[in-house]
Each structure stands twice: as C-alpha cells, then as structure tokens.
C-alpha cells in the first residue's frame, strides 16, 4: 500500500538546509531514479490508507461513519462492490410490544472488483488505482561516506485505474481526487547503496517543493 513514513533525519536537513548541499556533477542520479519508481512499484497508491475486509456490513451495529458510507457507495458506483440492502426487525420490546426495523446494507466484491482488489499479506486489501512515477531526482545530499543520501524528486501520481476516474469515487476520496487533478509531486526519501544496488526508503510526499 502506498504510505509515506516520518522522512528520516538526513531527509529534514535535506529539507531544512533548502537543499543548498547537491551532489557531486560526477554522480549519477539515475540510480536513485531508478531505486525510487521500484519502490512505488511495490507501495502504489490505493483508496484506503489500510487494508479493509470484505463483506462489509453497514448496520448501526457495524459503526459506520457516513464518510465511510459515502466511500462504499461511490465504490458501488463504479461498479467495484455490489450493495445489498434489507429490512432488519427487532424483537418486541417495552410494555406495546414495539417492533422497529432498520435497513441494512450489506457490500461484496463484484467480478470487476475482485479484478481491481490487491490484496494484503496481512489480511485484507484494498483497491488500488495507479503507480506514482518519479520524474527526476533535483537534489542530493551525500553522507561523508557516498553511501548515503538524501534526496528530492519530483514525480506524477501515475495513470489512474478507469474506475478512480468515477465522479462519485473522487468527490468520495480526496486522495482519489487529488491524484486525477495531475498537479507535479514533490517527495523527500532516503537513498541507501546496499549489495544489490540503491534502496529507496523514508519516504515522504510534501506539499511544496523544497527552495532553490
């Protein structure tokens, strides 16, 4: 699943200094590139910030927000989940033997949903819609030893799934949203050189662009 960890102390001073320190013009920087866009390949951007279970059940009991709500509908919507509803009643209750009733709805995994789930080692899943893509490494803070460094790239959210690009889905999830909007990305990360090659961690989205 995509999330953004604390970005490392190395990764603060990069962000902090303004990124004044750059790397050497003898350093390559396609590496880091190349380490970055396989650490997306492995973290892609998804609807939920946590896996979740199917099926889902959205009775009072359940204690369903109705942003949440929202969310399952708008899935609903684009055709990923299938919505069941039903009349629920109670026992008699009180000295009238009151019955209430409630309507309860219930959401699975359609075929096409089952297509878009990815699901996680840990149980559950998610639906997740694109890759982001880092674009290019623009500065570079080298540890003493060149074993190390701190980094700012710029990147894309990547191509949206067909099903993100659902009206309902982007007013339901404003992470949706903001990656359809295309905007230019800016991430701070943690460049490490191991045996097999550079490795991307610390990884960490930011609003605004380091300065210059």
Known sequence: MRTFAL???????LLAAGCSRTAPSNVDTAPFVTALNTYYQSHPS???SQPI???IDASADAGLDPSEVKQLDALAAAGLVAKQSHQVWSAPQGPTQIRVHETVSNYELTAQGKTAWTADPGGGGN????????VSVDHASPEPNDQRYGVSYHFSAGS???WANNARVKAAFPNIAADAA??????LATLTKTANGWTAN???SITAAPME
């Open 7 to 13: 970005v490392t102390g190395l990764g603060v001073g």
């Open 202 to 204: 610390g990884i960490q």
């Open 53 to 55: 279970t199917f099926p």
């Open 127 to 134: 639906f997740c819609y694109a890759t982001p893509h880092v």
């Open 46 to 48: 998804c609807a939920f």
């Open 182 to 187: 295309g905007k230019p990305l800016t991430g």
């Open 160 to 162: 949206l799934a067909t």
